[in-house]
């Protein structure tokens, strides 16, 4: 079940990723509206920070190719905003919620200009829609989960970009700060903007996505929400990993050599 | 006391060239050192600074004779080569980071060694000052070898403040930099050249086998006192310039006395001192906040025990009565009733405890605490009635007015526990 979509925001061409020699993206394929929120669902493990990665260029590829606005990453990566997973950072890092933000700007402001009012402008702009505004001078250690990560979409925002990656922004957040996010996204995706995102929970993505994509190291479904979320698809995705790719990556593993890359 | 004034006063110029560089050195050692200490690649440090004995050696065999450029240089080479090394042997074996860095700071340091003898065979007569690459000697370093060195140290200085932001985002979020478009690639390579050569700079004064603890210490001693990147660099460099400056001292009153062990034992004390004495993050400090909570816990615990009483229905509550409720802390608890006295919560009149207003309100906060959260652990954490109480004896304390105002919410403001006693509220009769 794979919707392919006119003239699209992201288009994933037969997408390999390997890691060192194992596979774990085999041969996605999908394009992807704009102005939508979309999810990416799948069990642990089942490639979709790496998907995410891909499209950043944070992993090698092993084959295909990946367009977005139909064009190659690097003549776009203005218009592009990224939101790593909060683990995958040292909040111990001696740096205040503002600096973090300020980062935000700094892909505009380019290498040796160092920000000024401008960019602590649109930062403290970006503090105060996700909440943040009280805490803009707190050492980021002393914040909690959720408020780490509305510090980075606060920093993504300040990106001012057109097209948002979120890897995970649920993970460790309570409820309420979940709704807000949400409402912040849904806000973005009416004003034009698209924003796919990570998700791990699937009762809250029926609620929120309009879109959503399914993996399990190969790609199980891309579509409208109404299309895609079936009994049978989601057990495609959830029900385990399918038996015999698992053996054939093992068997790519022990032989040391991955075919798949040339 | 004359050798202190003299070299203090700087009358002699080479004194002053001296303390000059081994400032510049510090401070350029402590800036990239606090970076890849923040990075969590202090060993890096140790392995490259290990690593440039066999390049120091063959410069000095090239040269025949101590000429800086040459030893520099190859000091610089082997440096790369071993920072080259680790991060191929990374990508291309399944040797952890660990087993890595300890083979390559081994085996370059052992070629290092054989080179060195093999020098001391020779029987040229420049080599004698090569031993002083082990430990190294300030003092012994001539005017020309400083120029390059100061020169190497401004520079290393000057590029980590101009990409100041770069490097923060290396260390704190390589992918995201990556993302904007940030070439990181260069932006580590440049960082490990500015480590290879802080090292190189480093050998003359401080020697090979010391260099790591000029790199690391100073920031590992400076993140006590501040969360503030700037005043981090400001504080290493300052801690590192200062034991520098007391080393090569050390080694100006002492003839044949080396800098490098002394700079570190300065830097070893600057680290202890933090360890201790900072503010907030010092043991010290810690044990008093300790203390302070606990001085805290028994007057809550005094407040409680004395609204008990009076919640029982007595009109007064005997100061013995305080005594008897804890039998083994008298001298705690005489300590206590001057404070809650002396803070205006309770007055005491022949040997009866009466409440002021502040002190009621005070105590009321706490028992209100302490049975909001007993009742939220049994409705919302389904724990029995009879479990509850020791987990809300322990939280009563650090439970904050937001968490209370949360607590009244979800609770619906109850009016009673989980064992049916009144939950009080400020307006409440006693």
Same mark, same amino acid.
């Given at each position: 079940?794979?919707?392919?979509?006119?003239?699209?925001?992201?288009?994933?061409?037969?997408?390999?990723?390997?890691?060192?020699?194992?596979?774990?993206?085999?041969?996605?394929?999908?394009?992807?509206?704009?102005?939508?929120?979309?999810?990416?669902?799948? =069990?642990?493990?089942?490639?979709?920070?790496?998907?995410?990665?891909?499209?950043?260029?944070?992993?090698?590829?092993?084959?295909?190719?990946?367009?977005?606005?139909?064009?190659?990453?690097?003549?776009?990566?203005?218009?592009?905003?990224?939101?790593?997973?909060?683990?995958?950072?040292?909040?111990?890092? =001696?740096?205040?919620?503002?600096?973090?933000?300020?980062?935000?700007?700094?892909?505009?402001?380019?290498?040796?200009?160092?920000?000024?009012?401008?960019?602590?402008?649109?930062?403290?702009?970006?503090?105060?829609?996700?909440?943040?505004?009280?805490?803009?001078?707190?050492?980021?250690?002393?914040?909690?989960?959720?408020?780490?990560?509305?510090?980075?979409?606060?920093?993504?925002?300040?990106?001012?970009?057109?097209?948002?990656?979120?890897?995970?922004?649920?993970?460790?957040?309570?409820?309420?700060?979940?709704?807000?996010?949400?409402?912040?996204?849904?806000?973005?995706?009416?004003?034009?903007?698209?924003?796919?995102?990570?998700?791990?929970?699937?009762?809250?993505?029926?609620?929120?996505?309009?879109?959503?994509?399914?993996?399990?190291?190969?790609?199980?479904?891309?579509?409208?929400?109404?299309?895609?979320?079936?009994?049978?698809?989601?057990?495609?995705?959830?029900?385990?990993?399918?038996?015999?790719?698992?053996?054939?990556?093992?068997?790519?593993?022990?032989?040391?050599?991955?075919?798949?890359?040339? | 006391?004359?050798?202190?004034?003299?070299?203090?006063?700087?009358?002699?110029?080479?004194?002053?060239?001296?303390?000059?560089?081994?400032?510049?050195?510090?401070?350029?050692?402590?800036?990239?050192?606090?970076?890849?200490?923040?990075?969590?690649?202090?060993?890096?440090?140790?392995?490259?600074?290990?690593?440039?004995?066999?390049?120091?050696?063959?410069?000095?065999?090239?040269?025949?004779?101590?000429?800086?450029?040459?030893?520099?240089?190859?000091?610089?080479?082997?440096?790369?080569?071993?920072?080259?090394?680790?991060?191929?042997?990374?990508?291309?074996?399944?040797?952890?980071?660990?087993?890595?860095?300890?083979?390559?700071?081994?085996?370059?340091?052992?070629?290092?060694?054989?080179?060195?003898?093999?020098?001391?065979?020779?029987?040229?007569?420049?080599?004698?000052?090569?031993?002083?690459?082990?430990?190294?000697?300030?003092?012994?370093?001539?005017?020309?070898?400083?120029?390059?060195?100061?020169?190497?140290?401004?520079?290393?200085?000057?590029?980590?403040?101009?990409?100041?932001?770069?490097?923060?985002?290396?260390?704190?979020?390589?992918?995201?930099?990556?993302?904007?478009?940030?070439?990181?690639?260069?932006?580590?390579?440049?960082?490990?050249?500015?480590?290879?050569?802080?090292?190189?700079?480093?050998?003359?004064?401080?020697?090979?086998?010391?260099?790591?603890?000029?790199?690391?210490?100073?920031?590992?001693?400076?993140?006590?006192?501040?969360?503030?990147?700037?005043?981090?660099?400001?504080?290493?460099?300052?801690?590192?310039?200062?034991?520098?400056?007391?080393?090569?001292?050390?080694?100006?009153?002492?003839?044949?006395?080396?800098?490098?062990?002394?700079?570190?034992?300065?830097?070893?004390?600057?680290?202890?001192?933090?360890?201790?004495?900072?503010?907030?993050?010092?043991?010290?400090?810690?044990?008093?906040?300790?203390?302070?909570?606990?001085?805290?816990?028994?007057?809550?615990?005094?407040?409680?025990?004395?609204?008990?009483?009076?919640?029982?229905?007595?009109?007064?509550?005997?100061?013995?009565?305080?005594?008897?409720?804890?039998?083994?802390?008298?001298?705690?608890?005489?300590?206590?009733?001057?404070?809650?006295?002396?803070?205006?919560?309770?007055?005491?009149?022949?040997?009866?405890?009466?409440?002021?207003?502040?002190?009621?309100?005070?105590?009321?906060?706490?028992?209100?605490?302490?049975?909001?959260?007993?009742?939220?652990?049994?409705?919302?954490?389904?724990?029995?009635?009879?479990?509850?109480?020791?987990?809300?004896?322990?939280?009563?304390?650090?439970?904050?007015?937001?968490?209370?105002?949360?607590?009244?919410?979800?609770?619906?403001?109850?009016?009673?526990?989980?064992?049916?006693?009144?939950?009080?509220?400020?307006?409440?009769?006693?």
């Amino acid at each position: 079940m794979i919707t392919h979509v006119e003239s699209p925001i992201l288009e994933i061409h037969d997408l390999t990723v390997s890691y060192d020699q194992s596979p774990v993206l085999w041969n996605v394929d999908l394009s992807l509206p704009a102005g939508k929120l979309i999810g990416i669902l799948g =069990p642990n493990g089942a490639g979709k920070s790496t998907l995410i990665k891909a499209i950043m260029g944070l992993v090698p590829i092993t084959g295909g190719y990946i367009k977005i606005f139909d064009r190659g990453l690097n003549d776009v990566r203005s218009r592009i905003s990224y939101v790593p997973q909060r683990e995958s950072v040292d909040w111990n890092f =001696p740096a205040s919620v503002l600096d973090v933000v300020m980062m935000g700007t700094y892909g505009k402001l380019g290498l040796f200009r160092r920000p000024g009012k401008k960019e602590k402008k649109i930062a403290l702009d970006c503090l105060e829609k996700v909440g943040m505004q009280s805490f803009t001078d707190r050492q980021i250690s002393e914040l909690s989960g959720g408020q780490q990560q509305r510090v980075f979409i606060a920093r993504a925002l300040a990106q001012e970009a057109d097209l948002y990656l979120m890897d995970e922004p649920f993970a460790g957040v309570d409820m309420a700060t979940e709704t807000a996010i949400f409402q912040l996204l849904q806000e973005m995706t009416a004003s034009g903007k698209t924003v796919i995102v990570v998700h791990h929970d699937i009762h809250s993505a029926m609620n929120y996505f309009d879109w959503i994509i399914m993996l399990n190291l190969h790609l199980v479904a891309s579509g409208p929400k109404a299309d895609v979320v079936t009994e049978e698809l989601l057990r495609k995705t959830y029900g385990g990993k399918l038996n015999l790719l698992t053996k054939v990556t093992d068997i790519i593993r022990q032989k040391d050599f991955n075919p798949l890359k040339n | 006391m004359s050798d202190f004034v003299y070299f203090f006063t700087f009358q002699d110029a080479s004194i002053a060239f001296v303390v000059i560089g081994i400032i510049l050195l510090g401070i350029g050692s402590a800036y990239v050192g606090t970076y890849s200490f923040l990075d969590k690649k202090a060993l890096l440090g140790d392995a490259i600074s290990h690593a440039v004995l066999p390049g120091i050696c063959l410069g000095f065999m090239l040269a025949g004779e101590k000429n800086p450029i040459y030893i520099v240089s190859g000091a610089f080479l082997s440096g790369a080569l071993a920072t080259f090394l680790t991060s191929w042997l990374k990508s291309n074996t399944r040797l952890s980071d660990d087993a890595i860095i300890a083979s390559i700071l081994s085996i370059f340091f052992g070629f290092g060694i054989v080179f060195l003898t093999v020098i001391q065979k020779s029987g040229n007569p420049e080599m004698a000052g090569l031993n002083q690459f082990i430990f190294g000697n300030a003092i012994a370093i001539l005017e020309e070898d400083l120029y390059i060195y100061g020169g190497l140290a401004i520079l290393i200085i000057i590029t980590l403040s101009v990409f100041r932001k770069e490097f923060s985002m290396l260390v704190f979020n390589a992918d995201f930099g990556k993302s904007i478009g940030y070439p990181m690639g260069a932006i580590r390579l440049v960082f490990n050249v500015l480590m290879i050569l802080a090292v190189v700079i480093g050998i003359q004064a401080i020697g090979v086998v010391l260099m790591a603890a000029l790199l690391i210490a100073p920031g590992a001693a400076a993140r006590f006192w501040t969360d503030n990147l700037g005043k981090l660099l400001l504080i290493a460099g300052a801690f590192s310039a200062i034991s520098g400056i007391i080393g090569t001292y050390v080694s100006f009153v002492i003839p044949q006395m080396p800098t490098g062990p002394w700079v570190v034992v300065f830097l070893s004390i600057f680290a202890f001192v933090s360890f201790l004495f900072a503010p907030k993050k010092g043991v010290l400090s810690r044990f008093v906040a300790r203390k302070h909570y606990l001085k805290k816990t028994h007057q809550d615990h005094l407040l409680k025990s004395i609204f008990h009483g009076l919640e029982g229905g007595k009109k007064t509550f005997a100061i013995e009565e305080i005594y008897e409720a804890f039998p083994y802390k008298k001298k705690d608890t005489r300590h206590t009733i001057t404070n809650l006295i002396s803070d205006n919560l309770i007055t005491v009149d022949q040997g009866l405890i009466t409440f002021t207003p502040k002190g009621k309100s005070e105590a009321k906060r706490i028992v209100r605490l302490h049975r909001l959260w007993e009742l939220y652990l049994n409705e919302y954490m389904n724990i029995a009635p009879d479990h509850v109480h020791d987990s809300a004896e322990k939280l009563e304390h650090i439970l904050t007015p937001e968490l209370e105002a949360l607590l009244e919410n979800r609770l619906n403001y109850p009016k009673l526990d989980p064992h049916q006693e009144t939950i009080p509220r400020d307006t409440d009769e006693l």
